[in-house]
């Protein structure tokens, strides 16, 4: 442990209550905790000089953290367990095309850019929310640093030009668009859907749980599936 670390880690979470404090106050994208602070964070570490591994050394724990957070994951199946039931067949489908699409068009993008296997399965592994991401990609074999990295990525697009995609596909049904932001952008997905519409939100929060339980489930043996038959 030292001094600066432990400074980081300190600073780490200053910065985020005042940049939720600044978000509050003016609730553009780009005063977001999740933007404003990682880039807040970058330019420092540069200028300073302080290297990624002395930050984390630390900052770690907030990582860590990310897995007891998964036990809230609970509560909004809880809630909304007849919605599960009542569209249970149209968010099991959903989830499953997705994941299998998403997984399989990041395949194919390591593919095209000769990507080498611990990028290629943490790539792979990105289109879940953190928590359930870091878990895949430890028994997938890819880079947990590297999967958080792409899932924030994945989110934050998500988030930005998720209201694009939508008009431009022309869906009409809350649940339908719910789900399509869930799934495609989990986390920041799902407070895109909120702000949206509540029963976006819901079916939002959904999607993101039920694919990320699914992907840690069943996400290894897709990737084996994958690299057979398209490797």
Known sequence: MSLISVLCFIGTLIAYVLAKKLYRKFPYLIFSPAILVP?????????????????????????????????AFAIPIYEYRKVIQQHILAISMGVCIGMFAGMLSAFYLAKLFHFDQSTTYSLMARSISTPFAMELTAHIGGSVELVILFTIITGLIGMCFGDVVLATI??????????????????????????????????????????????????????????????
């Open 170 to 231: 022309h869906l009409k049904s809350h649940f339908a668009m719910g789900a399509s932001l869930g799934n495609a952008a989990h986390g920041f997905g799902t407070s895109k859907a909120y702000m949206r519409h509540q029963q976006e939100g819901v079916v939002a929060s959904l999607t993101m749980v039920l694919a990320g339980i699914f992907m840690v489930i069943f996400g290894p043996y897709l990737v084996q599936m994958i690299l057979y038959f398209a490797g």
């Open 39 to 71: 880039v807040v964070i970058m330019l420092i570490l540069l200028s300073a000089h302080i290297s990624y591994d002395t930050y984390m050394a630390d900052s770690q724990w907030i990582v860590w953290m990310l897995g007891p957070a998964t036990v």
